[in-house]
């Protein structure tokens, strides 16, 4: 079965410093992967994904993800964190390749920037 | 930009009513979702739609129904409200086609049921 984890519930981390949020994932066939920030009492937004092609994707707010498909890895990153980074972040991975486009979400992941 | 609008931020209503979520997109997406979040449990689909007048049910659709009736406009309905109904609600659209599958939401609608 497809699935994606997250397996920390909070990451915290001081300005300046780089972080790293984890994404393992389990699925058939080539994946395609996504990464959403939601600041409080709102939506979701894209961050970026990985479709194919190079495994170090770059996406907005100056994150970016490597994909690893022999450790089934898709970890956010950003050099040196802000305390505005502070959020929910979630990992996201498509659903069967004749799914319609569904989704599969991972719990989420707290991230606490401290200054 | 892709813009999805939603009725309600807060809404607060009673144990038994009939209570309808809006959602509409601005980019003439194909696919709308409908998801609930709740602490620790992430985002769970309720019901999603690739067509106008087309649905089908997520992990959660037991008390729900959806409505698309206009290739913009998604609706939730909650038939009867129930208390275990309070929840973030939140709407998503996204296209068909390659590589272009990332879904958009709107800002959530906070649901109270009390």
């Known amino acids: 079965a497809q699935s994606v984890a997250q397996p920390e519930d909070q990451v915290n981390v001081a300005e300046g410093n780089p972080l790293t949020v984890k994404c393992t994932y389990s699925?058939?066939?080539?994946?395609?992967l996504f990464w959403y920030v939601q600041y409080p009492n709102r939506g979701l937004q894209f961050l970026l994904k990985?479709?194919?092609?190079d495994n170090l994707v770059k996406g907005s707010y100056g994150f970016e993800a490597e994909f690893n498909k022999s450790q089934t890895s898709f970890h956010l990153k950003k050099p040196s964190a802000l305390v505005s980074d502070s959020a929910l972040y979630f990992c996201a991975v498509r659903d069967r390749p004749d799914s319609n486009y569904q989704l599969i979400w991972g719990a989420g992941t707290k991230l606490i920037i401290k200054p | 930009d892709v813009k999805v609008t939603q009725s309600s931020r807060y809404l607060v209503k009673r144990t038994g009513e009939k209570v309808f979520l809006e959602c509409v997109q601005d980019m003439d997406h194909e696919n709308m979702f409908w998801y609930r979040q709740d602490p620790g449990l992430g985002l769970r689909l309720i019901y999603f739609?690739?067509?106008?007048?087309?649905?089908e049910k997520g992990d959660i659709p037991e008390g729900y129904s959806v409505s698309r009736e206009k290739k913009e406009r998604f609706s939730l309905i909650l038939e009867s409200a129930s208390t275990n109904q309070t929840s973030m609600y939140l709407c998503a659209s996204s296209e068909t086609g390659t590589g272009r599958v990332e879904q958009y939401f709107g800002p959530g609608t906070r649901l109270t049921v009390t």
């Open positions: 990985y479709i194919t092609g």
């Open positions: 739609s690739y067509d106008v007048k087309m649905k």
């Open positions: 699925v058939s066939g080539n994946p395609y």
